[in-house]
């Protein structure tokens, strides 16, 4: 009786201790890839509507990777601010697009264009000061074979 005990919660150790992949689990197994280099266009760095300046922050990320369950796309996700510096204290309803352009390596051949319209409202973000950076997040996806083929990526305000 003493045996079957003591072998019994080995047993049961044994087993715990062993790491099972759950094969029903539904989480979504992420591989990250090597991001390309990407450029902000010197014209479309920052832009002024209604004694609004408005510029995209150098101080962006761009992050890469493909689902195990999606194989055929890869995913872009930009991580950036834009500084706004307002002159008047007077409440305004703005709207920026952030274009994003991805070409073949030698910049040939347009592969995609994505535009994201961000709007925000002056008075709201003008309290504590005349400066401030709205911190943004966009995706994009692209087939892989592009992507294995080389691209670069180029940002824009517009």
């Given amino acids: 009786m003493y045996k079957s005990f003591?072998?019994?919660i080995l047993s049961l150790?044994?087993?715990?201790?062993?790491?099972f992949n759950n094969p029903l689990s539904k989480k979504a197994n992420l591989v990250y890839l090597e991001c390309p280099k990407?450029?902000?266009?010197?014209?479309?760095?920052?832009?002024?509507?209604?004694?609004?300046?408005?510029?995209?922050?150098?101080n962006y990320s761009v992050d890469c990777?493909?689902?195990?369950?999606?194989l055929n796309d890869v995913i872009f996700d930009f991580n950036y601010q834009l500084n706004v510096?307002?002159?008047?204290?007077?409440?305004i309803l703005?709207?920026?697009?952030l274009w994003i352009f991805l070409t073949d390596k030698k910049e040939a051949k347009k592969i995609s264009e994505n535009s994201f319209k961000k709007s925000f409202e002056i008075s709201e973000i003008t309290e504590g000061g005349n400066n401030i950076s709205l911190t943004f997040n966009d995706s994009v996806k692209l087939k892989r074979s592009e992507y294995d083929q080389g691209i670069k990526i180029f940002l824009s305000l517009n």
């Fill in 13 to 19: 150790s044994i087993l715990t201790s062993c790491s």
């Fill in 85 to 91: 510096n307002a002159n008047d204290k007077k409440s």
């Fill in 6 to 8: 003591i072998l019994a």
């Fill in 38 to 58: 990407s450029l902000i266009l010197a014209p479309g760095k920052s832009l002024t509507k209604e004694n609004i300046n408005i510029s995209l922050s150098k």
């Fill in 94 to 97: 703005t709207s920026v697009d």
């Fill in 65 to 70: 990777y493909f689902n195990e369950n999606s």
